[in-house]
């Protein structure tokens, strides 16, 4: 899969790598996106740093399969060196979320500002 994704105002662009053309255009609930890809999961994840949405987008069939709620203000988003959790920092909040790759909810919130 060579596809590039480009966060746009409430939507994720996929395009293609090779021919350099748009094969997607995924409506989201991210007005300021923050993305990150997972590989290894072929998801691609898009918080919104204005709000407090993450999309999640199916990198196979270049869709949204569901939004989780996340701290306000987004402001990066990356997973551990496994590929099992995913970890979304907020800038508003000053919080570290984080869940399993696999599951629907944050199984853990850290306090990391004051």
């Known amino acids: ?6 966060g746009t105002w ?3 662009v996929a395009i293609d790598g090779s021919g350099d053309t748009v094969c997607a255009r995924i ?4 007005y300021d996106p923050v993305l990150f890809s997972d590989t290894v999961r072929n998801k691609v994840y898009c ?3 204005l709000g ?6 199916d990198e196979v069939g ?7 709620s996340v701290g306000s203000g987004a402001a990066a988003l990356c997973t551990d060196p496994t590929g099992s959790r995913v970890y ?3 800038r ?5 979320d984080g869940r399993r790759a696999s599951g629907n909810v944050w199984t853990s919130t850290r306090r990391i500002g004051t």
């Open 47 to 49: 918080a919104d740093s």
């Open 52 to 57: 407090s949405d993450l999309a999640v987008i």
């Open 88 to 90: 979304c920092a907020s």
């Open 27 to 30: 409506s989201v609930g991210c």
């Open 92 to 96: 508003a909040e000053k919080t570290l």
């Open 62 to 68: 270049d869709s949204s399969i569901k939004t989780l």
């Open 1 to 6: 899969m060579n596809k590039v994704y480009v």
């Open 10 to 12: 409430n939507q994720v």
